[in-house]
């Protein structure tokens, strides 16, 4: 039986990571909502904006803190060729081949990760993240407090994006429903290739945040990919708040999962999560996904 | 409303050319049986691979093609049938015919357990529920000590001879084949179809959608199982990031998107089309990947039936 401040550190750590899944989640939940698309890549992407912050702090040699507007960019600018030469050209076509060809452009990007950059397992360095910040008995990493200040900033940002501004308003008519923004005179297209963007973004700042607290390596994709689904399902479809909550909560119950089961059983609570959520509460994924 | 991947095919089953089908698949089956005494090891190698990723191919077919299932799921049930087989060859002591039998029954069983939770999901929603399951049935084998953890299980008895393996392998895509023929030739098609392009539609007719797509799914994840199995058998020895890598995923759907998904010839001419590929490119297989996933791109943005697609319009235009 562990100490109790080491549970209990444990638990807050999952509680402060679940804060990142909450950010890579939203930009899942973002895409998936307005362009009815999985976006099979948006792992790929979180891992590609992990290399992004690697390379350009190696390169600077400044924090990496700085580092991740940078990676924001990189990523959103990415994101709109394929959006305007892969995706936009299949509009219309049905939203499987739309995913299919994410889940090329993923599987093209892992292996180009390994071409390019070998598939060592790396990590961002950042002088003070193993700096323990103590708060009574519980010790946790700084770069954990410092990545969930960072994510919680940043989806209240798109919060606030998505339900004070006129983009927001575009967005949430597309979302409901397009052939009916379009007649009113929202240009779709724009909202989806900004969208798609945004969603990109966040998967790269995610990215980089992860890079900083963990390691990474071209394969690490596929996991956060499919924890970002369990948060989506966890958080309501099209909910940014609900994005952090269920991140949240989806990094409080891998901690327990882990401290109860064993480490290995970390990721298996997010899947598992996920497919009982899916099978006796669907309603959360399924009241805007319907009709897709 | 489900949206297939390609718009519907034109397939006219005239009681001809059923006939002519029926004909060719166990001829050409009667002739690959005497391969083994033509081909060397590296003819019956390839081979054997043709044979068990055409089983998969032909299983992804019959879920996307025609039900408009599209599955990210099939490691699942190859890694599944591999660990069953072991289990049976190992502690059970059954001879392998039987063991793959029953590796397929527990692939479709699988399936059974699996669909209430995964047919609730619709669209780009199964996929997803495909992946997740394939990366949780993954990790319980990794975690699991019965199943050998990391470093997997290790077959008692040798393997079979590389002729016998063969034909095996020629057995299961054989009555992949055959299936597959009898649900697309016959009145199950346009069932299945039907389903594919408006699921309530087909429900108010007298449909029903449920057991339709449960028995599409089970029979795809019956063959997936029986060829993973095999495969297994054939490696000898077998860990969990190998036998539930999602390359098998990528590899089933990759091979019946380049041939023609829908299409009756789509799965064998994808499954050549990608393992000369494979072979062209075998010291390079990051670039293989990467490069496969450029043709998948290309082909999902120009021709969505495939290259048996393409060739049909060339043939047409001309």
């Not at chain 1, 940043?154 to 008519?173: E, M, P, Q, W, Y």
């Not at chain 2, 068990?52 to 019959?62: D, F, I, K, Q, T």
């Not at chain 2, 490691?75 to 059954?94: I, K, P």
């Given at each position: 039986?562990?100490?109790l401040?080491?549970?209990?550190?444990?638990?807050?750590?999952?509680?402060l990571?679940?804060?990142?899944?909450?950010?890579?989640?939203?930009?899942?939940?973002?895409?998936?909502?307005?362009?009815?698309?999985?976006?099979?890549?948006?792992?790929?992407?979180?891992?590609?904006?992990?290399?992004?912050?690697?390379?350009?702090?190696?390169?600077?040699?400044?924090?990496?803190?700085?580092?991740?507007?940078?990676?924001?960019?990189?990523?959103?600018?990415?994101?709109?060729?394929?959006?305007?030469?892969?995706?936009?050209?299949l509009?219309?076509?049905?939203?499987?081949?739309?995913?299919?060809?994410?889940?090329?452009?993923?599987?093209?990007?892992?292996?180009?990760?390994?071409?390019?950059?070998?598939?060592?397992?790396?990590?961002?360095?950042?002088?003070?993240?193993?700096?323990?910040?103590?708060?009574?008995?519980?010790?946790?990493?700084?770069?954990?407090?410092i990545?969930?200040?960072?994510?919680?900033a940043?989806?209240?940002?798109?919060?606030?994006?998505?339900?004070?501004?006129?983009?927001?308003?575009?967005?949430?008519?597309?979302?409901?429903?397009?052939?009916?923004?379009?007649?009113?005179?929202v240009?779709?297209?724009?909202?989806?290739?900004?969208?798609?963007?945004?969603?990109?973004?966040?998967?790269?700042?995610?990215?980089?945040?992860?890079?900083?607290?963990?390691?990474?390596?071209?394969?690490?994709?596929?996991?956060y990919?499919?924890?970002?689904?369990?948060?989506?399902?966890?958080?309501?479809?099209?909910?940014?708040?609900?994005?952090?909550?269920?991140?949240?909560?989806?990094?409080?119950?891998?901690?327990?999962?882990?401290?109860?089961?064993?480490?290995?059983?970390?990721?298996?609570?997010?899947?598992?999560?996920?497919?009982?959520?899916?099978?006796?509460?669907?309603?959360?994924?399924?009241?805007?996904?319907?009709?897709? | 409303?489900?949206?297939?991947?390609?718009?519907?095919?034109?397939?006219?089953?005239?009681?001809?050319?059923?006939?002519?089908?029926?004909?060719?698949?166990?001829?050409v089956?009667?002739?690959?049986?005497?391969?083994?005494?033509?081909?060397?090891?590296?003819?019956?190698?390839?081979?054997?691979?043709?044979l068990?990723?055409?089983?998969?191919?032909?299983?992804?077919?019959?879920l996307?093609?025609?039900?408009?299932?599209?599955?990210?799921?099939t490691?699942?049930?190859?890694?599944?049938?591999?660990?069953?087989?072991?289990?049976?060859?190992?502690?059970?002591?059954?001879?392998?015919?039987?063991?793959?039998?029953?590796?397929?029954?527990?692939?479709?069983?699988l399936?059974?357990?699996?669909?209430?939770?995964?047919?609730?999901?619709?669209?780009?929603?199964?996929?997803?529920?495909?992946?997740?399951?394939?990366?949780?049935?993954?990790?319980?084998?990794?975690?699991?000590?019965?199943?050998?953890?990391?470093?997997?299980?290790?077959?008692?008895?040798?393997?079979?001879?590389?002729?016998?393996?063969?034909?095996?392998?020629?057995?299961?895509?054989?009555?992949?084949?055959?299936?597959?023929?009898?649900?697309?030739?016959?009145?199950?098609?346009?069932?299945?179809?039907?389903?594919?392009?408006?699921?309530?539609?087909?429900a108010?007719?007298?449909?029903?959608?449920?057991?339709?797509?449960?028995a599409?799914?089970?029979?795809?994840?019956?063959?997936?199982?029986?060829?993973?199995?095999?495969?297994?058998?054939?490696?000898?020895?077998?860990?969990?990031?190998?036998?539930?890598?999602?390359?098998?995923?990528?590899?089933?759907?990759?091979?019946?998107?380049?041939?023609?998904?829908?299409?009756?010839?789509?799965?064998?001419?994808?499954?050549s089309?990608?393992?000369?590929?494979?072979?062209?490119?075998?010291?390079?297989?990051?670039?293989?990947?990467?490069?496969?996933?450029?043709?998948?791109?290309?082909?999902?943005?120009?021709?969505?039936?495939?290259?048996?697609?393409?060739?049909?319009?060339?043939?047409?235009?001309?």
């Open positions: 039986m562990p100490a401040s080491d549970v209990a550190s444990t638990l807050v750590s999952g509680l990571l679940g804060g990142i899944l909450g950010l890579t989640a939203l930009g899942l939940s973002i895409v998936l909502g307005v362009m009815r698309l999985v976006n099979l890549a948006h792992g790929a992407l979180l891992v590609l904006g992990a290399y992004v912050g690697f390379y350009f702090v190696g390169f600077t040699g400044i924090d990496p803190l700085l580092g991740l507007p940078v990676i924001a960019l990189a990523l959103a600018a990415l994101a709109i060729p394929i959006y305007r030469f892969l995706l936009a050209p509009a219309g076509r049905g939203s499987e081949a739309q995913m299919m060809t994410m889940f090329s452009v993923s599987i093209i990007l892992e292996n180009v990760f390994v071409l390019a950059f070998s598939a060592d397992t790396r990590s961002i360095e950042i002088a003070y993240a193993t700096y323990p910040l103590q708060l009574g008995p519980i010790s946790v990493p700084l770069i954990y407090a990545g969930f200040v960072i994510s919680a940043l989806i209240l940002a798109v919060h606030l994006l998505v339900s004070r501004t006129a983009f927001g308003r575009d967005l949430r008519a597309s979302a409901a429903d397009p052939e009916a923004a379009a007649s009113v005179g240009d779709v297209g724009r909202v989806q290739r900004l969208t798609f963007a945004l969603g990109a973004a966040c998967a790269g700042v995610g990215g980089g945040l992860i890079g900083m607290a963990f390691q990474f390596s071209p394969s690490s994709g596929g996991p990919l499919l924890n970002s689904l369990a948060v989506v399902v966890l958080g309501g479809l099209g909910n940014v708040m609900g994005s952090f909550v269920g991140g949240v909560t989806l990094g409080f119950l891998q901690s327990l999962g882990g401290l109860t089961l064993g480490d290995g059983y970390r990721d298996l609570v997010g899947m598992a999560l996920f497919l009982a959520v899916l099978a006796f509460r669907p309603d959360g994924f399924l009241s805007r996904g319907r009709g897709v | 409303m489900t949206q297939a991947l390609a718009p519907p095919a034109i397939e006219r089953a005239t009681s001809c050319n059923v006939i002519t089908e029926a004909i060719l698949i166990i001829a089956s009667a002739a690959l049986w005497l391969a083994p005494a033509v081909l060397d090891d590296y003819g019956l190698q390839i081979g054997f691979r043709v068990v990723y055409l089983s998969l191919a032909e299983g992804w077919n019959l996307t093609g025609y039900t408009g299932l599209v599955s990210l799921g490691s699942c049930f190859v890694g599944l049938g591999a660990y069953v087989a072991f289990g049976l060859l190992n502690h059970a002591g059954l001879g392998l015919p039987l063991a793959l039998a029953i590796s397929a029954a527990a692939g479709a069983a399936a059974g357990i699996v669909a209430p939770a995964l047919f609730r999901l619709r669209g780009l929603y199964f996929t997803v529920g495909t992946l997740a399951l394939a990366e949780l049935v993954r990790l319980l084998v990794v975690n699991l000590p019965m199943f050998g953890g990391a470093t997997g299980l290790v077959l008692q008895e040798d393997p079979p001879p590389l002729p016998d393996l063969f034909h095996y392998a020629l057995t299961i895509a054989l009555i992949a084949s055959l299936t597959i023929f009898a649900t697309t030739r016959s009145r199950a098609s346009v069932i299945l179809r039907s389903i594919r392009d408006d699921e309530d539609a087909a108010q007719v007298g449909v029903r959608p449920y057991r339709v797509k449960l599409a799914f089970a029979l795809a994840s019956a063959l997936g199982s029986a060829a993973g199995a095999l495969q297994g058998v054939k490696l000898g020895a077998i860990e969990p990031y190998g036998m539930f890598s999602l390359q098998w995923s990528i590899d089933a759907l990759s091979m019946v998107l380049i041939g023609g998904v829908g299409l009756r010839l789509g799965p064998i001419v994808g499954v089309f990608v393992v000369a590929l494979g072979e062209a490119l075998a010291d390079y297989p990051e670039a293989h990947i990467a490069i496969t996933g450029v043709i998948l791109i290309v082909i999902l943005r120009f021709a969505p039936r495939g290259l048996v697609g393409l060739a049909r319009r060339l043939i047409g235009a001309a």
